[in-house]
């Protein structure tokens, strides 16, 4: 009996030249996090290849002052993925970047009284002027005054709005919401008022504009995406609400009788912990217990900073879509009349 629970020996890792995609195939014979991202680089192939399935993307943390918005913006203009959901932090730094201001590298060990006379902000190891910052937040109120006072938007037309602003203000092609605009990627945040983004639409508030998002129409429209796919996968970058906003489609579709059955694809990205009993940690398991995961998915979670598992993953997909490898007919969505 023994045997059947010893049929697959591990591989040594062997030195030589190679790609990234090659590297990760390797990996899939080492064992602990190292297996689990090789297995992360297939599965998410894997989902490229299948004719009819809509793939989401849920980004969290602070992955573009990091170092991750041209990433990002690759798998949107490549359509590797056809949905985002973020936090308004990544778009409103996206923003930032792509109208020609900076992150900088740091340190955590700095001194924070120091850094604050000078002006800057710190996240982690990287640091930013809040002076263009607020730079920034005037920009988004400025252009908030052009937004119409008696519609109700989502966050997804909010930032399409955002990205037709930042393509005539100049940005430049690597911003997510540009490309996301141009692929015809819809963009959500459900957390809008959780970020600068926020904080400028407050300062058109308090000039007079009438501006209304309605988070529950951000619900309506990502779970009719559900409802019109055949299959749906999922990506997490980190989890938080993007995750949750996401998961719980699903669950919706299944009140509403127009059950799916789970995502039947399952990947992320995350530094927690199942056992805390937070989302972000939580297994693809426990999603399988409120329908949210299909019990026949394929799951791979990677205990692993995102900073290290994203920019490798998705240069084997870049590296297989070099060699030939191309997804077939993306989804393409309409809402209320607008691609």
């Known amino acids: 009996m023994e045997h059947d629970f010893l049929k697959d020996p591990t591989v040594p890792i062997r030195i030589e030249d190679r790609g990234v995609s090659e590297l990760l195939e390797a990996m899939e014979d080492t064992g602990f996090q190292g297996r689990r991202l090789g297995e992360a680089a297939r599965v998410w192939k894997e989902m490229l290849k299948e004719d009819d399935i809509t793939i989401f993307l849920g ?44 992150h900088f590298k740091g340190h955590p060990g700095a001194d924070d009284s120091q850094l604050h006379r000078c002006g800057i902000d710190r996240i982690y190891d990287v640091f930013a002027l809040e002076e263009e910052f607020r730079e920034i937040d005037a920009l988004i109120a400025s252009w908030a005054e052009e937004m119409d006072p008696e519609r109700e938007y989502s966050s997804r037309e909010v930032c399409r709005f955002l990205g037709e602003k930042v393509e005539a203000a100049g940005g430049d092609e690597d911003s997510i ?55 749906t996968g999922v990506i997490y970058v980190g989890g938080g609400v993007p995750k949750n906003f996401v998961q719980q489609t699903e669950v919706i579709t299944s009140i509403l009788g127009t059950d799916k059955g789970g995502h039947e694809y399952a990947i992320q990205f995350t530094t927690d912990a199942p056992h805390w009993g937070g989302l972000t940690g939580c297994s693809f398991e426990e999603g399988v217990s409120w329908g949210k995961i299909s019990k026949k998915g394929r799951k791979v979670q990677v205990f692993v900073d995102a900073t290290i598992a994203l920019p490798v993953v998705v240069q084997a997909l870049h590296d297989w879509a070099s060699g030939g490898f191309k997804r077939k007919n993306p989804p393409v969505f309409r809402f209320e009349g607008v691609t």
Request: net charge positive; proline share 3%.
């Open 177 to 231: 919401v540009v490309s996301a605009r141009k692929s015809g990627v819809p963009v959500f945040v459900p957390a809008l008022g959780d970020s600068s983004i926020g904080i400028g639409l407050v300062l058109a508030r308090r000039k007079g504009r009438r501006v209304v998002v309605s988070h529950i129409k951000d619900v309506d429209e990502i779970t009719g995406m559900v409802e019109k796919s055949t299959k």
């Open 59 to 102: 980004l969290a943390g602070a992955m573009v002052p990091a170092g991750m918005r041209r990433v990002v913006s690759y798998l949107i203009r490549n359509r590797m993925v056809d949905c985002l959901v973020s936090t308004g932090a990544n778009i409103f730094h996206d923003i930032h970047e792509a109208l020609g201001r900076h």
